[in-house]
């Protein structure tokens, strides 16, 4: 850097003790990186006389690269003194599953605009499924998703625990029982998102566990998809309280309750890859989440 520096110096002086002095180095000094430069290159950047310095054809060429090298440089420095600072900038490509990013990203979004207004959040909605896979290959920086992830070359923040809630027709049986437990599923039919989903899986699991039947005739493409099915009676399901929170608080056909004896819920994290390089941005992206969930969502638990 120090020749690169050395020969843009020289360029825009014409005088060698001038630029040994924009250098802060002595003037030998200055003509010997001149000199290891034009002897590593292989050509003659400057014409020298008693009189006076000229950049050559080829020197103008080659320092206007020098000048762009400088300029990137100084841009990653100044990047990371940025980071360092906490003051985060430029643009993050956020990958998030359609479950959670319409009830959560509002407040994220709203909330880093006015704390770092320099930073820009480019969102995508994916099904879950792909995340993983489009973020190894650089097509997110950062993913909001359903955890755990298979990948050993990722950094997990763990966020908090959303809380799945039992859906139900607002005329069905269970509505009038005071308080629901897992023995209540046994026999039930249970609609479910389509295994596209971590959600899908999951309801699987609990369905052979508890003994009720998992519906494949009918999969939801989407959790509005699914508390439209609830409501004309096809069957029950499991719905995530952000979207219950959003969605059903004024709901006249459907209803959400929690299960007493055993809670159920998903675990969500921020995930990126380890050769990421704003791993600093990431985890302040995430202690902005775990603040927001903490002011804005009770029914959420924080994890870390």
């Keep these: 850097m120090r020749q690169l520096q050395s020969i843009v110096a020289l360029a825009e002086t014409l005088h060698f003790r001038r630029a040994a002095e924009r ?128 990948s050993a070359d990722v950094v997990t923040a763990r966020l908090f625990r959303e809380p799945l809630y039992l859906a139900l027709a607002r005329d069905h049986p269970l509505t009038a029982e005071p308080e629901l437990r897992t023995t209540h599923l046994a026999g039930l039919k249970v609609l479910s998102l389509t295994a596209q989903y971590h959600l899908h899986e999951q309801v699987l699991f609990l369905c052979q566990e508890f003994g009720a039947t998992l519906e494949l005739a009918y999969e939801g493409t989407s959790l509005d998809a699914l508390r439209s099915m609830v409501g004309m009676g096809m069957g029950v399901t499991f719905l995530p309280a952000l979207y219950a929170r959003s969605e059903l608080s004024h709901a006249s056909d459907v209803v959400v309750r929690r299960l007493g004896d055993r809670p159920i819920s998903r675990s969500i994290g921020l995930v990126w890859r380890k050769s990421a390089g704003r791993a600093v941005t990431h985890r302040m992206i995430a202690d902005s989440i775990r603040s927001i969930v903490r002011r804005e969502f009770s029914d959420l638990t924080l994890e870390t």
Excluded: N, W
């Design 23 to 150: 250098c802060g180095i002595s003037q030998p000094s200055l003509t010997a990186q001149i000199q290891a430069i034009e002897a590593d290159l292989g050509v003659q950047l400057f014409e020298r006389s008693r009189s006076r310095v000229v950049t050559t054809p080829t020197g103008r060429e080659v320092i206007d690269r020098a000048r762009r090298v400088l300029a990137e440089v100084q841009g990653i420095e100044d990047f990371v003194a940025t980071v360092r600072s906490g003051v985060m900038d430029g643009t993050i490509r956020l990958g998030v599953m359609p479950t959670l990013g319409p009830y959560l990203l509002p407040h994220v979004v709203a909330q880093l605009h006015s704390e770092h207004p320099a930073l820009k959040l480019y969102v995508r909605e994916r099904p879950p499924r792909g995340l993983e896979e489009e973020l190894l290959r650089g097509d997110h920086d950062v993913i909001l998703a359903h955890l755990p992830m298979r």
